[in-house]
């Protein structure tokens, strides 16, 4: 019994130390073994963005770093901010290749940097093999994606952004063959753009052979939209396009032309307001529904921009199709706004919407969709818009006119010509081509001419005066203003009606 009584004792004695010990150190039980990762989920709270936040390169920019439900294969270092992941196929073999893009806290100057991730055969695990400095210092505007940009089937890799001048950026990376290309990094930048306006890839069509894969295609060209510093007239909304073609001897993007495009001259005041460098005085000014207008000049109400900068949201309306995207934040830029925003269906769907003033009642929009992802609508949201409201107004008012004639003139510029689908045609000393439109405004009725000149388009507005016995017409230049319509007080333009 003696034994008996011993080893009760002791069992009891152990599940006693064993209680209080669960009950003082219960963290010894329930750790992880040494060596095994613990991992937690990330909540990011986005929220919106001010003006001192578009100042501020700090806090802000460390909260949006992270995109949602983004896994890298390997860890990155100390001070390192993960703004965006791309996980894609690059090599033609089993394992996926990814390219992670960072922001190093550490240093002051907040450059966003790529690098290459690709699994190791001999070590049977990720790691990473280059890494690069992009133009883009913006977390929150960053957008990576991969194009054939040369036409040779290269993988191409394009980071967009912006930098702490406000400036778009794009920086380009062409992935070199390990092949023909022994001893080269993984990577080679073949462009880096910066610019006070917008920059965007200028697509041509590709061959049949190119699609069915026998033959190159033709490569893409890069266009930027940028500050005219030459001006004359020293009007903000001039613009200089500025090409950048592919040279295949430097293997790199070389600038290879320039075209000066004029911008509707507009109150220099209301200018001042509108672009401030105060992203919610823009905002304001966009805020409500906007008709596409065609190339033709002609409004279309089956596509449309709905700006809602209270409830943070836009809706693209095309192709029948209605989609709503959240308003994450707004960074101004020397025309306007650029706006990052999410699609609240499809969180992973993303796209940056650049909004530029073109005039009083107009804004020129591009959209740069996240390609990652492809959900089946067709529809091109980049061109120029007109304010709802305006369009309206004058759409009841032109009732009155017909906006489109049949007939011809002679005049002090040459022989005008007027066609019923809205082409004009000028016949002087040198021969002028583009669209026409009459409208009411204010009780006055108005001709707007827009030229297609590729190399000087331009768009001039003049007030009608009819002549009651001879049907002549006279046309005095004007500008349409905050104030209404402003004779510019030029020579008027006199067009006597000759037969057709």
């Not at 001010?50 to 920019?61: R, V």
């Not at 290749?97 to 190791?120: C, S, W």
């Not at 007239?233 to 290879?256: C, F, H, M, P, W």
Request: with cysteine; net charge negative; hydrophobic share 35%.
């Amino acid at each position: 019994m003696r034994p008996l009584r011993i080893t009760t004792s002791t069992i009891f004695l152990l599940t006693a130390v064993g209680i209080w010990a669960l009950v003082w150190f219960p963290g010894h039980f329930f750790h992880p073994p040494q060596g095994k990762e613990q991992r937690q989920t990330r909540v990011v709270v986005p929220r919106e963005s001010t003006a001192q936040d578009a100042g501020d390169s700090g806090i802000f920019e460390e909260q949006v770093a992270y995109e949602d439900n983004i896994r890298t294969k390997v860890s990155l270092g100390t001070g390192e901010v993960l703004v965006s992941v791309l996980t894609e196929e690059l090599d033609g073999d089993a394992a996926e290749e990814q390219l992670i893009v960072y922001r190093n806290l550490r240093e002051a100057a907040g450059l966003i940097y790529i690098t290459y991730i690709d699994f190791d055969e001999a070590s049977q695990g990720y790691r990473r093999l280059w890494n690069a400095p992009t133009a883009a210092t913006r977390p929150g505007t960053v957008s990576v994606y991969i194009q054939d940009l040369i036409g040779d089937r290269s993988h191409c890799v394009l980071v967009g952004g912006m930098n702490g001048a406000g400036e778009h950026t794009l920086t380009v990376f062409r992935k070199n063959d390990p092949l023909k290309d022994k001893g080269s990094p993984p990577f080679s930048k073949i462009a880096e753009l910066r610019i006070d306006g917008t920059i965007s890839v200028q697509e041509t069509v590709r061959t049949q052979a190119y699609q069915a894969g026998v033959a190159k295609g033709q490569s893409f060209s890069l266009v930027a939209y940028g500050y005219d510093d030459s001006s004359l007239d020293k009007n903000r909304l001039d613009q200089i396009e500025t090409v950048y073609t592919y040279n295949a001897g430097t293997s790199r993007y070389e600038q290879s032309k320039i075209t000066r495009i004029p911008g509707t001259q507009i109150e220099q005041r209301r200018l001042r307001e509108l672009l401030n460098g105060n992203a919610q005085t823009f905002e304001g000014f966009i805020d409500g529904l906007w008709y596409y207008v065609s190339p033709q000049g002609t409004l279309d109400i089956r596509q449309y921009l709905y700006f809602n900068p209270k409830s943070r949201e836009i809706i693209f309306y095309g192709d029948e199709t209605q989609q709503i995207f959240t308003w994450q934040n707004s960074n101004t830029t020397r025309y306007g706004i650029s706006i990052t925003t999410q699609n609240i269906s499809v969180t992973t769907l993303r796209r940056s919407v650049d909004v530029e003033l073109e005039s009083l009642d107009s804004i020129r929009v591009k959209v740069f969709e996240d390609v990652r992802l492809k959900i089946g609508v067709n529809a091109s949201w980049d061109g120029s818009y007109r304010k709802a409201g305006a369009f309206e107004n004058q759409t009841a008012k032109a009732q009155s006119i017909p906006s489109y004639i049949d007939a011809q003139y002679n005049s002090t510029i040459g022989t005008v010509r007027f066609f019923p689908d809205g082409a004009y045609q000028v016949s002087g000393e040198t021969l002028q081509r583009g669209r026409y439109s009459f409208f009411l405004l204010n009780g006055e009725e108005l001709l707007e001419l827009r030229s297609d000149n590729t190399s000087t388009p331009s768009r001039t507005t003049y007030v009608v005066e009819h002549a009651k016995e001879t049907g002549n017409l006279t046309l005095l230049p004007v500008r349409l203003g905050t104030q209404g319509i402003q004779r510019l007080h030029e020579v008027a333009v006199f067009l006597g009606e000759v037969g057709l």
